[in-house]
């Protein structure tokens, strides 16, 4: 899959996003792989898949992005998407404190339900509706309707997530989807998280084969297909 | 004695929760009526009430076309259907006989052969029909001419000139029965048919609203509004409607819906099932969808229900709107209909509706799409009831709140793909692909979000007609054709990306590389349907409904488990006060008891129904969904979480010894009614389960369990979450400190929230000490206080006598004393302050007055508690007549004349004090006199300070730190807040009050009677009865026997204050007297109390006798009256049709047909047109002599 030939070894990294319904989890993810910010997403049914590369110095990181549905319903479906995450993103939404509340929930069942050692970023968005946002000036008319008249409509201080995320070891980021605002950054400081021991045998039993061993199941599997096929046409 | 097998049952119950609770009855063995209800599509309200083999005729069309060769008709073979609104036929051998087995009940469930659950034949409203007739047959046989109101909307002004256009239509029914079972099928019929006369006007209303009549009219007459058939009509439809072809696909259709009837009285006949594969026209398409899918039926029952639940729920706000707001804007943004303000406020207005009509669902992500998509072919109301339809029927459980059913249909998937195609199953699980991760999104929101559009419709097409195992034969086809491709894919990425790849190329020729021009142009889709529904025809809709059984329970499981431990992790901060073993426990009871309580309701709900049902016979409208008996598991999303007062009775009863109540009315009564005559012998077996409260014990009712509930209900919502429960438990529970403990039972009676309790409240105090110990104390009790050396150690169980009775009698030494400190320290209450502060019977009462308020009240009380409340202690056998006098006797005004009535109750506690004293000698007394002249001494002191205390001139109450230290004054109550009220709630291992069998219960009602005992002898009343009484439901649903009760046993603690002179050895003797005999008691008692209820009910259990179904008598005659086979020949009859529509239908069978022997089909309508088999059946039939009914309404 992922072993080309490129000069720097790559990996792929299951990465799923987790976080109260509204708080921007498809906007970071749009932001980070398209660079693009969009008013009205067709919301997330189930779960979305983007794939996007994020080159460090030494290695190059394929992210695999599961963003799931925020809905509240939609959250005993979360165990088969974090399934095997080796990183996750808990987003929680600046200026609405209950968003906070719903992002430990989820870092709770994730330390205690997802893979042993998953690389944990909380990450606080819609920095751009707060007065120390940096670059609400750079991007305009999106005509975002949550924008706040009075400038400051922070709800949730730094200190106080901070202190959150360094007591459960979290990676901790406030960012914007709408300006772009540490986006990469957080992508970038978890591809730096992850664990080299765990990128080897990054993915399930199928991709810890090598190299020579796995095309050889490919040929078989695609003899298989044929024969197994027909004979099942016959017999319906 | 208190059937120690039921607390078995349910002690297992508790400990595997899912052993009992799952897979009903209705699982596994659905209702004759459900399976009726989903083969016809029809509404819940319909039943199957008669049904005969019948054989259809219907008459050549002879009006779009001359053909001769028609002249025979159609014939088919099958099954008439009677219900309360609908006459069915289908060709499908079913019967819902309540004799028939499962199978002919479920034959629908089998293969359909494109036909759907219905197959062939016709789903008349009741309403709908014009006329029927009786012909007389020459061979003995009943045949019914059956004229419809097909073309109703129309042939109103000029009938003569248009009489060409609107031929009425009329079909045949031959029955095949026993004389007896037509007569009887046509006696239903013509009720059926007279009450339907007035709902004709519904039907044009309705109707009204279909395309099909705006079709149909001819072209003058056509007005210049056409029926609203989605916002197609505004924004176009999707698709080219040249590629489409639809403008042949219409005129197939008209031809069709003219010879066989449009909407309500179309008849399906094969051609119609084909028409529909090959893709609906778009402006019939929501009509179709409608008939096919059975909303239309909903819409029929209730056409208003749309705009009514619109206009009563105007300008409100809920959770659901609020998550419909924020989808709207992104449902299908790439239709224009749906970027502009009316598309979205229809899209709005439907799922807000929706949201209303069904709460529990409300809305679910997802929902926006599929309406969107509805809403693009009908109009809001169509809509509203397709989505009801839907989320009830169709794909059930998709959209709760905990989404189970889409959770199932996936593991149901999967095992289809396992068992079809092994390799690849093979390949997934090497690669640790998750299947659903793909196929989730296909189901939710029936392949509309993932495939084009044009093509999702066509799935929905079929989808409609035949039920959900299109969505697992169109998922099933697509592994199947990229099989090869997912092969090579070895992660989620890949596995996405090959299937995004392929729904973006299905309009693209399936074999471009052909040499043969046919097979070139059959595009991927078609390849798709074909694959789908030929390859995987054994996928039936029975496959999908065991598979889903197999898997039900796993699937519930694990949302449970999951559920609940989101929910102990989510509950707030105080919850870490109690340990995770503690919270699961206290999860796992909370659901369970609203669990079983919902079971229990529906149950008796159910029971009703059956009775309401025998006593008239037939025919009556049921409330209740026999398909539902499940509601409220966790898992199946929960219909409630919250805990109403009754429900946390029960909970705590589970957990806590004394919030079970004295006197177990629900116990076995059957064994009790011997000697109840020929009133007791139509008892049911399940009586047990009828009870209010199932097979637990019985909850109490106490004015301490009311104010826990509100303490407990932060809110005021008169209901508790989980969170209230939990912080509620945690705060008595988890904090292990005295001082907590005190402070919070002292908040528990400060009502005001002052800090003071003035002597009402001192009193209630009290009586809630009383109340918590009557069952002896738990916890570590400190042996050194106890005189007799012989102090339990760690919790006492009540069958554990000596130590029990000592500890108990001790502390009942200590709330004398507790009341006496109380006064003595107790401060004035500010004059200023008195009016708000004292109650204002408090100021007015003088102790006698109050006494006789307390009767009075006690009256009321006892006037509702069931009778047996006096059955304690009684050891005459025929006494209910009595009793029922006591009930009257009880309104005296005066104390006194009731203690001379009261002949019947043997119990001495209710005789005048002097006769105590004789009784005591006789009852087997251990008591030491040690003890006893202890009493002696704290009842006198008690009794000079508190009859000071109680003038009521001297309003006083007692402040936090005066409670704590007259709590701290006395050893036995400080270790009652240090750990036995603290350890009172079993929250793990919870309580089983049947463990010692009768001893236990004959202890329990024993010792709580001794206090009863107290107040009634000191007190000069008779109060205590009811406290005997508490929670005695009367029969059935009454459960305010148990209020009634406690009132009783207040007043009793009443009377001991006011007489506290009164000597204390009678009083201990009185105690211990009562709790020998009360344990003597307790099974004559219990046997009472069967036959008081058993009385009560005597009018219920009448209606019991009278079982068996109405329609039992009916036989199955024959097996189908012969008659030419079911296919029709199709192609031949088209005249009026040009060729070029021909082929189109051609390609409905190409679709149907193997991909490889696509190109030689040339031919007409394939394998479907058949031979013609009617070979004269019509012709047994004459119309001689015109019998039947008329109704021309």
Redesign the interface.
């Known amino acids: 899959?992922a072993d080309t030939n490129a000069p720097k070894p790559s990996s792929?990294v299951?990465l799923v996003l987790l976080g109260e319904?509204?708080v921007g989890k498809s906007s970071l993810v749009l932001r980070f792989v398209n660079n693009d910010f969009q008013?009205?997403?067709?919301?997330?049914?189930?779960?979305a898949?983007l794939?996007q590369k994020c080159n460090l110095p030494t290695r190059t990181i394929k992210f695999?992005i599961?963003d799931t549905?925020g809905?509240?319903?939609?959250?005993?479906?979360a165990?088969?998407?974090y399934?095997?995450a080796q990183a996750a993103l808990v987003v929680y939404d600046l200026t609405k404190p209950t968003s906070l509340i719903k992002a430990k929930?989820w870092v709770?069942?994730l330390q205690?339900?997802a893979s042993p050692g998953i690389v944990i970023a909380l990450v606080g968005n819609k920095l751009d509706l707060t007065s120390d946002s940096t670059g609400s000036a750079e991007v305009s008319g999106d005509g975002d309707d949550n924008a706040e008249d009075s400038g400051d409509a922070r709800k949730i201080s730094t200190e106080e997530a901070k202190t959150y995320a360094e007591e459960e070891g979290l990676l901790f980021f406030e960012t914007s989807a709408k300006t772009g605002h540490n986006v990469t950054e957080v992508f970038t400081a978890i591809a730096n998280a992850i664990p080299e021991t765990s990128l080897k045998s990054a993915?399930?039993?199928?991709?810890s084969h090598a190299g020579v061993s796995?095309t050889e199941?490919?040929r078989v599997?695609?003899n298989?297909?044929?024969d197994?096929?027909a004979k099942?046409?016959c017999a319906? | 004695m208190l059937n120690l097998s039921s607390f078995v049952q349910k002690a297992q119950q508790l400990l595997d929760p899912t052993q009992g609770l799952n897979l009903t009855d209705s699982d596994k063995n659905p209702s004759k009526a459900s399976l009726f209800q989903s083969q016809f599509r029809l509404p819940d309200s319909q039943h199957p009430l008669y049904e005969i083999t019948a054989e259809l005729t219907i008459p050549p069309s002879n009006v779009t076309q001359g053909g001769k060769d028609q002249d025979r008709g159609f014939h088919y073979a099958g099954k008439l259907h009677l219900s309360e609104q609908y006459l069915c036929f289908s060709t499908t051998p079913s019967s819902f006989l309540q004799s028939a087995s499962t199978s002919t009940s479920s034959a629908f469930t089998g293969q359909t052969h494109g036909g759907g659950p219905s197959g062939n034949g016709f789903t008349f409203p009741l309403s709908s029909i014009r006329r029927v007739e009786r012909l007389h047959s020459q061979n003995f046989q009943f045949a019914l001419a059956i004229t419809t109101w097909n073309g109703i909307s129309q042939d109103a002004p000029k009938e003569t000139k248009d009489k060409k256009e609107v031929r009425e239509q009329r079909i045949t029914i031959q029955l095949a029965g026993t004389r007896v079972a037509c007569e009887r099928f046509c006696d239903g019929l013509k009720k059926g048919l007279r009450a339907a006369v007035g709902h004709v006007g519904k039907l044009k209303k309705v109707i009204g609203e279909c395309y099909s009549e705006y079709l149909l009219r001819p072209e003058e007459q056509k007005s210049a509004n056409p029926p609203d058939a989605g916002l197609g009509m505004i924004f176009r439809y999707p698709g080219d409607p040249k590629k489409l072809r639809d403008r042949a696909k219409m005129r197939l259709w008209a031809e069709y819906l003219r010879d066989n009837g449009r909407n309500v009285t179309l008849i399906r006949q094969p051609t119609f099932h084909k028409l529909i594969r090959v893709g609906l026209p778009n402006r019939l398409r929501g009509e179709i969808w409608e008939l096919t899918s059975g909303s239309i039926y909903l819409r029929l029952e209730n056409p208003t229900l749309y705009a009514d639940t619109l206009a009563k729920h105007v300008g409100k706000e809920s959770l659901a709107i609020d998550e419909i707001e924020k989808d709207l804007n992104r449902s299908l943004p790439e239709y224009p209909g749906f970027q502009s303000e009316e598309g979205i406020g229809r899209l709005r207005r439907v799922l807000t509706a929706y949201s209303w009509v069904n709460a529990d669902v409300g809305y679910c992500q997802a929902m926006n799409i599929v309406v969107a998509a509805l809403l693009i072919y009908m109009s809001e109301a169509q809509a509203f009831f397709l989505l009801s339809t839907l989320c009830d029927r169709l794909v059930p459980g998709y959209y709760s709140t905990t989404m189970y059913g889409t959770l199932l249909d996936q593991k149901v998937f999967e095992s289809l793909v396992e068992r079809t195609m092994p390799i690849l199953w093979e390949h997934l699980v090497k690669c640790d692909v998750q299947l659903s991760v793909v196929s989730l999104p296909w189901f939710l929101s029936l392949y509309i979000n993932s495939m084009p559009l044009v093509f999702a419709f066509r799935v929905l097409d079929v989808f409609f007609v035949e039920g959900p195992k299109v969505l697992f034969q169109v998922g099933l086809a697509i592994l199947r054709i990229n099989g090869e491709e997912l092969l090579d894919a070895a992660d989620d990425g890949a596995f996405i990306s090959v299937l995004k790849n392929y729904f973006a190329r299905l309009d693209e020729s399936a074999h471009p590389k052909s040499e043969n021009p046919k097979l070139r142009a059959v595009t991927r889709f078609q390849e798709l349907m074909v694959v789908a529904f030929k390859e995987f025809s054994g996928i039936t809709h029975s496959t999908i409904t065991e598979l889903r059984l197999k898997n039900k329970d796993a699937v519930l499981n694990n949302i449970e488990s999951f559920a609940k431990r989101t929910a102990i992790r989510n509950l707030g901060p105080e919850s870490k006060l109690l340990s995770t073993q503690e919270l699961g426990a206290v999860y796992d009871r909370f659901y369970g008891v609203l669990y079983e309580r919902q079971q229990r309701d529906l149950l008796i709900k159910q029971e009703e129904v059956r009775r309401a049902r025998n006593n008239r016979i037939s025919r009556i409208g049921q409330a209740v969904d026999e398909g539902n008996v499940e509601k409220g598991r966790v898992g199946l999303g929960p219909s409630t979480s919250l805990m109403d007062y009754d429900a946390f009775r029960e909970f705590l009863a589970g957990i806590a010894k004394w919030a079970v109540s004295d006197s177990p009315t629900q116990s076995r009564r059957d064994t009790g009614s011997s000697n109840g005559g020929g009133f007791y012998n139509s008892f049911r077996k399940n009586e047990s389960s009828m009870s209010p409260w199932g097979n637990g014990p019985e909850p109490a009712d106490h004015e301490f369990l009311r104010r826990l509930f509100s303490k407990w209900d932060f809110d005021s919502s008169s209901a508790l979450t989980l969170q209230n429960v939990v912080t509620g438990l945690a705060r008595i529970k988890g904090k292990r400190d005295i001082m907590g403990t005190i402070n919070y039972f002292f908040e528990l009676h400060d009502d005001d929230g002052d800090g003071k309790v003035d002597r009402e409240g001192i009193l209630r105090m009290s009586e809630a000490l009383l109340f918590l110990s009557r069952r002896g104390l738990e916890g570590a009790l400190d042996r050194a206080t106890a005189p007799n050396g012989m102090m339990t150690e760690g919790m006492v169980t009540p069958g554990n006598d000596v130590p029990d009775q000592s500890i108990n009698e001790r502390f009942l030494g200590s709330v004398s004393a507790f009341i006496r400190r109380c006064f003595e320290y107790a401060d004035p209450d500010h004059p200023t302050n008195q009016n708000s502060q004292q109650p204002a019977q408090q100021q007015t009462a003088s102790p006698q007055e109050d006494n006789l308020i307390a009767i009075d009240d006690d009256d009321a009380a006892a006037g509702l508690a069931d009778p047996d409340a006096f059955a304690i202690g009684d050891d005459d056998d025929d006494f209910d007549e009595e009793n029922d006098d006591d009930l009257l006797a009880m309104e005296s005004p005066t104390a006194s004349p009731r203690l001379a009535k009261r002949p019947d109750t043997a119990t001495s506690s209710l005789q005048p004090p002097s006769s105590l004293h004789l009784d005591t000698s006789t009852g087997p007394s251990s008591m030491s006199n040690n003890d006893e002249d202890h009493r002696r001494r704290v009842s006198r002191q008690q009794s000079e300070k508190a009859n000071i205390a109680l003038d009521p001139n001297n309003p006083l109450h007692i402040t936090l730190p005066t409670f704590r230290m007259v709590v701290l004054a006395d050893e036995l109550l400080e270790q009652f807040f240090e750990s036995s009220f603290p350890c009172s709630f079993h929250l793990i291992e919870g309580i089983n009050m049947c463990s010692s069998g009768g001893n236990s219960s004959g202890n329990n009602a024993g010792s709580s009677s001794s206090y009863g005992g107290v107040g009634g002898a000191l007190g000069n009343t008779f109060s205590n009865i009811g406290f005997f009484g508490g929670g005695a439901g009367a029969g059935g649903n009454n459960q305010q026997g148990g209020g009634g009760g406690v009132a009783g046993a207040g007043r009793g603690l009443r009377g001991v204050l006011d007489n506290i002179v009164t000597d204390g050895m009678r009083v201990a003797a009185e105690v211990r007297r009562r709790m020998e005999e009360a344990q003597r008691e307790l099974e004559k008692n219990a046997m009472q109390a069967g036959q008081q209820r058993a009385g009560a009910n005597r009018d219920d259990e009448d209606d019991d006798e009278d079982d068996g179904g109405p329609v039992e008598g009916l036989s199955l005659g024959g097996n189908g009256g012969g008659g030419g086979s079911a296919a029709g020949s199709v192609s031949e009859r088209r005249g009026g049709v040009r060729s070029s529509d021909r082929d189109l239908l051609t390609g409905a069978d190409a679709e149907a047909s193997d991909p490889t022997a696509e190109a030689q089909l040339q031919h007409g309508a394939g394998e479907a047109s058949g031979i013609a088999g009617g070979n004269g059946g019509a012709g047994s039939v004459t119309t001689a002599k015109v019998v039947g009914v008329e109704f021309d309404g």
């Open positions: 899959m792929s299951k319904a509204a008013e009205n997403k067709e919301p997330t049914i189930g779960a898949f794939t695999e599961w549905a809905q509240e319903r939609f959250a005993s479906l165990p088969m998407y399934r095997n929930h709770a069942e205690r339900q993915r399930g039993p199928g991709a796995r199941e490919q599997n695609l298989g297909p044929r197994p096929n099942e046409a319906c």
